[in-house]
């Protein structure tokens, strides 16, 4: 896969957030090393929970 197409893939993963589990991963590696990572279904149940609770109105 050539550099150009391989930043334009990484662009894409970023603007959907679908990089969201590397991305706590490396965080968990750097500022929690002593404690295990959630599973991939785990991080994923938490942000639904995080984005979708709370205050729901639309004004």
Do not use: I
């Amino acid at each position: 896969m050539s550099a150009l197409v391989r930043s334009f893939w990484d662009f894409v993963r970023e603007l959907a957030t679908d990089n969201a589990y590397e991305r706590y991963l490396t965080h968990h590696r750097e500022a929690h090393a002593n404690v295990a990572p959630l599973t991939r279904r785990a991080f994923y149940l938490k942000e639904q929970q995080r984005k979708w609770s709370g205050v729901q109105r639309c004004c």
